[in-house]
């Protein structure tokens, strides 16, 4: 029985995929301050011109540069793993595989991309890099990337994590990252916040805001932002995971793949997993794709599809998107990449054409997941992988109910070594669900009622899963 399927350096895909280039229905575009759509050069202040190309491109396939590919050597091609003590758990007939993602230095999926934008803005000729991270994985993999391309590195961190994860920011600082804590009093944004809450645990969306004011604010013109999720470059640069998904599945002779699953935070990890397989449901192929999310963060599943900012203070172009408002402080659970209100554009039309079905699922129930993976497969996941294994097990245990031996694969986006503090509430049973109330939604989602409304797209091809807004 073949339980790690290798992929060797010489078989390490030469192009990404771009899901632009297929979609059945054209996404809406951004829009800038004027409400007219953000032209390229407009982004010049904030990303180097080799992003913004591939943010904006419709070219299906877009070659990795080597200089890239010797970076992604150091831990790709990553394994495949069947997961068979799992299944013998379950008793499912249905064979489940992971795409192991934790085992780069940073431990999650994030330098795949990290690597790939700080080569861009080092040609460029950038010096210094701004972000902003919620659990730490992101940062962390953008000081690791800086690190490698002698760039510098400053990462605004979510309060809240800042506080729960002291040993993510011993790794940025390990990779030569300045790390602080977010709100923080060294932008504009953050003071206003402070001064109005000295206690919020901080939002992936105030942190975005402060990173962005630094980086255009700095008066030499050697400082960007970088984004680690969300955008359509990030997409693409992820999409090398399943493209060699691909290839293993090819290796092994596993013809099939019947449902796809991600974790969905801003959307990379899903999309680089499951956009190479959403070009074959779009060419016909059968395939269930589902993103999940956490039930007390729910936009893919009950916000509105609208034109939001990608950040608290607006300074982002609004993006359309499933979003809970972008000034929504998401409840303070354990999988911090998971709190965010928007979602990346791309996914957000794949959910409105129906390409893509979201599912929302409870901390608690991922926990369990977590720990019934833990204890069969051995890695511990990083909590918001757990969203992932839960929505995984609820389709094992559903190909068991009717005798289907289904092929189910998701994405294992990163190992929870660093996220140990949220096992132990779980044990010690002081973790809580948080369905999220309609009116705390509503009450962020006022601050959007105002902007302009993206039309929803789509060909009738497949049933929407949000077919009540789109
Ligand atoms: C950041 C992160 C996520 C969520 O971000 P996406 O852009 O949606 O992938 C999921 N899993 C892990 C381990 C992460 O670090």
Redesign the pocket.
């Given at each position: 029985m073949q339980i790690k399927v290798l992929l060797e350096e010489h078989e390490i895909p030469r192009q990404w995929y771009n899901l632009a280039a297929d979609l059945p229905s054209p996404m809406q575009p951004p829009l800038g301050p004027t409400g007219q759509p953000v032209r390229p050069e407009m982004l010049t202040p904030v990303f180097p011109m080799g992003v913004i190309e591939q943010e904006v491109s419709r070219e299906r396939w877009i070659t990795i540069p080597d200089e890239i590919l010797e970076m992604l050597y150091r831990w790709r091609p990553t394994p495949l793993h069947r997961a068979v003590f799992l299944e013998r758990a379950l008793k499912t007939p249905a064979r489940i595989y992971y795409k192991d993602e934790s085992v780069s230095p940073p431990g999650?999926?994030?330098p795949n991309t990290a690597v790939a934008q700080a080569w861009y803005n080092k040609q460029a000729g950038i010096k210094r890099i701004t972000t902003e991270t919620?659990?730490g994985?992101?940062g962390s993999a953008l000081a690791f990337a800086c690190r490698l391309l002698g760039l510098e590195c400053k990462v605004y961190m979510v309060r809240i994590s800042f506080d729960q994860k002291p040993f993510r920011r011993l790794m940025m600082e390990t990779w030569g990252g300045k790390c602080i804590a977010s709100p923080s009093t060294e932008t504009q944004t953050g003071r206003a916040i402070l001064e109005q809450d000295p206690n919020t645990p901080g939002s992936l969306g105030i942190a975005i805001s402060e990173a962005i004011e630094d980086a255009v604010g700095d008066e030499t013109g050697k400082t960007r932002y970088s984004l680690?999720?969300v955008l359509n470059h990030v997409m693409l640069h992820q999409t090398i995971i399943g493209l060699e998904v691909k290839k293993q599945f090819a290796k092994i002779g596993e013809k099939k793949v019947d449902v796809v699953i991600g974790?969905?935070?801003?959307?990379?990890?899903?999309s680089g997993l499951a956009f190479p397989f959403m070009a074959d449901k779009i060419a016909g192929a059968d395939i269930t794709i589902i993103p999940t999310e956490p039930s007390s963060c729910p936009k893919m599943t009950r916000g509105p599809f609208a034109y939001d900012f990608g950040d608290t203070a607006g300074m982002t172009p609004l993006l359309p998107m499933f979003t809970l408002g972008h000034t929504f402080v998401p409840p303070p659970i354990h999988a911090g990449?998971?709190r965010y209100h928007g979602m990346a554009p791309l996914v957000c039309q794949s959910i409105v054409e129906g390409l893509a079905e979201p599912r929302a699922i409870h901390q608690i129930e991922c926990y369990e997941a977590a720990v019934l993976f833990a204890q069969t497969e051995g890695i511990i996941p990083?909590p918001?992988?757990s969203h992932a294994i839960a929505a995984t097990i609820q389709e094992a245990k559903k190909a068991k109910e009717e005798g289907k031996e289904k092929v189910i694969v998701f994405n294992f986006?990163?190992h929870g070594l660093m996220d140990l503090v949220g096992y132990e509430k779980y044990f010690a049973g002081r973790l809580e669900d948080y369905p999220l109330p309609e009116e705390l939604m509503s009450r962020s989602l006022a601050a959007i009622k105002d902007l302009p409304k993206p039309k929803p797209l789509r060909t009738g091809r497949w049933k929407s899963a949000r077919a009540d807004v789109v």
């Open positions: 999650s999926h994030k919620g659990a994985q992101w680690g999720s974790c969905a935070g801003g959307g990379s990890n899903f990449g998971l990083a918001e992988t986006s990163g």
